[in-house]
């Protein structure tokens, strides 16, 4: 009985043991490097391979590797063929060829860009490619397009659209708030939606007379304060609008309250 039950009990094991093992999966092959050629230059461009290294011009033909800086001057341009791109470096222009590989039929391009303009001609053979533009502020993704437009400086913030069919997606550094561009929008920094910054770029400036203070008001109504009168409030050049202001506040009594802020009260108490 012992050594039935001895046998029993070993069963799993010499069972298991008797099994072949399992095969390793194989490795994953690394994603393949591949170059961005130079197709077109005019005016002066220079590239370095990396960090440290000194600045050399380029010339057409040349191929450039994943992690490649590339600058252009005053008046200066470069376009870029990267696989399934085509890119076209603006003037003024600092960019650095962050990723360029392919992996199998997937091919990911990022292009970083300092400051600067470029255009990109994207042509996506499969649904898996990726392709971005990254700026100090915001990322630029393809969704299903093929001319982009991307230009960004420090002073002046970002400007991201996209000129024919597609569909692009910015996605701003701080926040990760996203939008999406289609064909003749454009958006900011910011992600904003192109209708809402299409909305402010036409939105009339209103100049409301309480937003002034009450120094300002009593400029913009005499001519004989020795208040300076705001720029643009005086003369000929002033607007309808002010002058009509001038007119109803001539009637208006001026006095400085105990705080000593100068208020103005309309006639007979606003009755």
Same mark, same amino acid.
């Given at each position: 009985?012992?050594? $039935? =039950? ?6 799993? %094991? @010499? ?13 994953? %092959? ?25 600045? @050399? ?27 399934? /791109? $085509? ?28 400051? =600067?303009?470029?255009?990109?001609? @994207? @042509?996506?053979?499969? %649904? ?25 400086? #420090? ?7 996209? !000129? ?9 550094? $701080?926040? =990760? ?6 064909? /003749? ?10 209708? *809402? ?6 939105? #009339? ?7 002034? !203070? ?5 400029? %913009? ?17 002033? *607007? ?6 001038? /007119? ?17 009260? #309309?006639?007979?108490? =606003?009755?």
């Amino acid at each position: 009985m012992l050594c $039935l =039950g001895a046998l029993l009990l070993a069963g799993p %094991a @010499v069972a298991r043991a008797g099994q072949a093992a399992a095969p390793a999966p194989a490795p994953a %092959a690394p994603a393949a490097k591949v170059t961005a050629l130079v197709k077109i230059i005019d005016g002066t461009v220079e590239t370095r391979p990396a960090v440290g290294q000194p600045w @050399v011009p380029v010339k057409a033909g040349a191929a450039l590797e994943e992690g490649a800086d590339l600058r252009t001057g005053f008046r200066a341009r470069c376009v870029l063929d990267m696989t399934e /791109s $085509l890119v076209q470096v603006g003037p003024l222009t600092v960019v650095r060829l962050g990723e360029l590989r392919k992996d199998g039929d997937k091919t990911r391009t990022r292009v970083l860009m300092k400051q =600067g303009t470029a255009r990109a001609e @994207v @042509v996506k053979k499969t %649904a898996a490619s990726d392709f971005a533009i990254v700026t100090p502020s915001a990322t630029l993704s393809v969704r299903g397009t093929n001319s982009i437009q991307c230009s960004f400086f #420090p002073d002046l913030g970002g400007q991201y659209g996209l !000129t024919q069919s597609g569909l692009i997606q910015i996605t701003e550094a $701080l926040l =990760g708030r996203r939008t999406g561009v289609r064909p /003749s929008e454009e958006t900011d920094d910011w992600a904003t939606p192109a209708a *809402s910054l299409e909305a402010i770029k036409h939105q #009339p400036q209103v100049l409301d007379p309480f937003g002034f !203070t009450a120094d300002e008001k009593w400029a %913009a109504m005499r001519w004989d304060t020795s208040t300076p009168i705001p720029i643009g409030l005086n003369g000929p050049g002033a *607007s309808p609008f002010l002058k009509v202001l001038r /007119s109803k506040l001539s009637s208006y009594a001026y006095s400085v309250n105990p705080d000593g802020n100068g208020e103005y009260y #309309p006639p007979n108490g =606003g009755k």
